[in-house]
T-cell receptor, first 113, second 112 residues
Framework: EPEVTQTPSHQVTQMGQEVILRCVPI?????FYWYRQILGQKVEFLVS????????KSEIFDDQFSVERPDGSNFTLKIRSTKLEDSAMYFC???????????FGPGTRLTVT | DAKTTQPPSMDCAEGRAANLPCNHS???????VYWYRQIHSQGPQYIIH???NNETNEMASLIITEDRKSSTLILPHATLRDTAVYYC?????????????FGTGTKLQVIP
């Protein structure tokens, strides 16, 4: 069964550094998403991406975040200058269409020290 | 500022039906209701979604009230592997931003 994959599973970085989290969505899916979950808290929507551009974003997704689909398979989330409060589990998801079910990856645990 | 409210926890005996309620009284006319679950810290897993009509798939059934202000997820024969946090989700826009809040969900404990 096709699945969303994410790398790395755990990323440790120092405050102020840039990080890139990688995702490979399911191949025939057209919508891509990033969510985050701070330890013990709710899953929060960050951004959705369709047709090579951001289609929707939340107020969390500020200028320090960016997303890109650099080739036909990868979907990346870049955090420009990490802060301690960016420590969280980051989930990538993909779906065939806007109102279709989203398939989530296993997540990348980001730890900012 | 979640648009959904769910009981924080429920217990269900193994083999029995688990009925998980959700209130979404401010849902707009064209927004779907989605249900996901999360086991430990794994990625959320899609269960089912619907707009107006009741829906059923291999995992669950979704009953949506006629006024669409609430819904119930039914797991017909709960197993121990169904122990998870269940989230009822709607999407809406506020202040120009897309809002999708998983909320705190219902922690379902299936008891042997």
């Amino acid at each position: 069964e096709p699945e969303v994959t994410q790398t790395p599973s755990h990323q440790v970085t120092q405050m102020g550094q840039e990080v890139i989290l990688r995702c490979v969505p399911i191949s025939n899916h057209l919508y891509f998403y990033w969510y985050r979950q701070i330890l013990g808290q709710k899953v929060e929507f960050l951004v959705s991406f369709y047709n090579n551009e951001i289609s929707e974003k939340s107020e969390i997704f500020d200028d320090q975040f960016s997303v890109e689909r650099p080739d036909g398979s990868n979907f990346t989330l870049k955090i420009r200058s990490t802060k301690l409060e960016d420590s969280a589990m980051y989930f990538c998801a993909s779906s065939e269409g806007r109102n279709y079910e989203q398939y989530f990856g296993p997540g990348t645990r980001l730890t900012v020290t | 500022d979640a648009k959904t409210t769910q009981p924080p926890s429920m217990d269900c005996a193994e083999g029995r039906a688990a009925n998980l309620p959700c209130n979404h009284s401010t849902i707009s006319g064209n927004e779907y209701v989605y249900w996901y679950r999360q086991i430990h810290s794994q990625g959320p897993q899609y269960i089912i979604h619907g707009l107006k009509n009741n829906e059923t798939n291999e995992m669950a059934s979704l009953i949506i009230t006629e006024d669409r202000k609430s819904s119930t997820l039914i797991l017909p024969h709960a197993t121990l592997r169904d122990t998870a946090v269940y989230y009822c989700i709607v999407r809406w826009k506020a202040g120009g931003y897309q809002k999708v809040t998983f909320g705190t969900g219902t922690k379902l404990q299936v008891i042997p």
